[in-house]
C-alpha cells in the first residue's frame, strides 16, 4: 500500500518525522479503530485519530447532544444540540478528513458487542461506567484485542493500555465493579473542562503507538494526572493470568443491594401507558429542556429537596441520562423510604435511542 499525492500533503509532518515517516503513516492509514462513548473522552480521541489518518473509525453511542456538554466535548457545536452525537460527531469528522471511512453504533451491549468489537483492530474506551468498561474489557480479552482505558475524577485523569502483547487486562486493575453510588459520574461530581481533553489526547496517543509499534505503550502500568497539583504518577499493574481465562462475555450489571430495581427502557414505556406512576427526572434543568419524556424534574443538584418532599404514595420511577445519578438517588430514597416502591431507569435516556 503506498500513500496518495493528497496523503503525502496532508500528513507531511508524520512523513517528516524521524523514527515515524511513510512507514507508519501507512500502518495508520489499514487500521481501524473503535471509540465507544463520544464524550468528553471521545470527542478528543475520535478528532485527533481522525486527523492522523486512521483507515475506519468507529463510533457507538446512543447519547444526544446537550448544551452542558459543550463546557468538555469540543467536536461538537450549538447547533448540534439535540442531535444523536454519532452523527454530529460523523459530520465534523468527515468535514476535517474525508479520507477516513467513519461507521456509527448504537450503545454498546452483550448482545452486541461481539459483533461490533470484531471489525476493529483495537478499541478505545471513552464511556463513562463500570458496566461498559468490564464488557469492553471482557469482550477485548476474548478477541485478543488491545483495550485503551481513559477515566476522569473532578481534576484528575487517569489512562492505560490494556490487553496489549499479553500485558494485564482492566479486571487486573479493578477485580470487581465499585458498589452503585460508591464512584460518582462526571455528572455528579462535575469535571474540569480541559481534563478530558488531555485523558483523551492520551489515549489516541496510546492507539497510534500501539498502532505504529512506535515508543512505550502504558501497557502493564498506568498513569495518573492531577491538574491541580500538575502531577503525573506512574504505577504497575500486574498481570492476573486468572483474568485471561473467561468463558464468554457476561453482563455486568450495577452492584448494590438496590441493583435489581433497574428497569428498562420498555418496560417504563409500558408502565406509563398502563399504571399511574410518578416519574422523577433527576438531570439538571438544561438537560431537561432540551429533551425529556414527561414527569418532574427535580436536579440532581437539588435532591435534598426530593428527599425531604417525598410522595410515598406513588410507584415511582427514576430517571437520567445514563442510569448513574439516578440508581444513586434510588438508592438514598430507599436508605431514608425503605416501603417505598421506587425504581431506576437502566442505562437512562440514552437507552430511547
Given at each position: ?87 454530529a460527531a460523523k459530520t465534523h469528522l468527515q468535514n476535517r478528513n474525508p479520507l477516513v471511512e467513519i461507521n456509527t453504533h ?248
Open positions: 500500500m503506498t500513500l496518495s499525492a493528497e496523503e503525502n500533503l496532508r500528513y507531511s509532518r508524520h512523513l517528516k518525522l524521524e523514527g515515524f515517516g511513510a512507514d507508519a503513516q501507512i500502518k495508520l492509514k489499514q487500521a481501524s479503530v473503535l471509540v465507544v462513548g463520544a464524550g468528553g473522552l471521545g470527542c478528543p480521541c475520535l478528532l485527533y485519530l481522525a486527523a492522523a489518518g486512521i483507515g475506519m473509525l468507529g463510533i457507538a453511542d446512543s447519547d444526544i447532544v446537550s448544551v452542558s456538554n459543550l463546557q468538555r466535548q469540543v467536536l461538537y457545536d450549538t447547533n448540534d444540540i439535540g442531535l444523536l452525537k454519532t452523527e448504537p450503545r454498546i451491549t452483550t448482545e452486541n458487542v461481539v459483533d461490533i468489537i470484531a471489525r476493529y483492530d483495537l478499541v478505545i474506551d471513552g464511556s463513562d461506567n463500570f458496566e461498559t468498561r468490564y464488557l469492553l474489557n471482557d469482550a477485548c480479552v476474548l478477541a485478543n484485542k488491545p483495550y485503551i482505558y481513559g477515566a476522569l475524577f473532578k481534576f484528575e485523569g487517569q489512562v492505560s493500555t490494556f490487553n496489549y502483547n499479553n500485558g494485564p487486562t482492566y479486571r487486573c486493575l479493578y477485580p470487581t465493579p465499585p458498589n452503585a453510588g460508591d464512584v460518582p459520574a462526571c455528572s455528579e461530581a462535575g469535571v474540569l473542562g480541559v481534563l478530558p481533553g488531555i485523558i483523551g489526547t492520551m489515549q489516541a496517543t496510546e492507539a497510534i503507538k500501539v498502532i505504529t509499534s512506535i515508543g512505550e505503550p502504558l501497557s502493564g502500568k498506568a498513569l495518573m494526572i492531577n491538574l491541580l497539583t500538575n502531577s503525573y504518577d506512574t504505577y504497575g499493574i500486574k498481570l492476573n493470568p486468572k483474568n485471561k481465562i473467561l468463558s464468554g462475555i457476561q453482563s455486568v450489571n450495577e452492584t448494590g443491594e438496590n441493583a435489581h430495581l433497574s428497569i428498562s427502557y420498555f418496560t417504563l414505556q409500558s408502565w406509563l401507558e398502563t399504571e399511574d406512576i410518578l416519574l422523577i427526572d433527576v438531570r439538571e434543568e438544561n438537560e431537561f429542556e432540551a429533551f425529556n419524556i414527561g414527569g418532574i424534574n427535580v436536579p440532581y443538584s437539588e435532591i435534598e429537596e426530593l428527599l425531604t418532599n417525598f410522595n410515598k404514595d406513588k410507584k415511582i420511577v427514576i430517571i437520567c441520562q445514563t442510569g448513574a445519578r439516578s440508581l444513586n438517588v434510588l438508592s438514598r430514597l430507599k436508605d431514608k423510604f425503605p416501603e417505598s416502591i421506587i425504581y431506576n431507569l437502566k442505562h437512562g435516556l440514552q437507552a430511547a435511542f
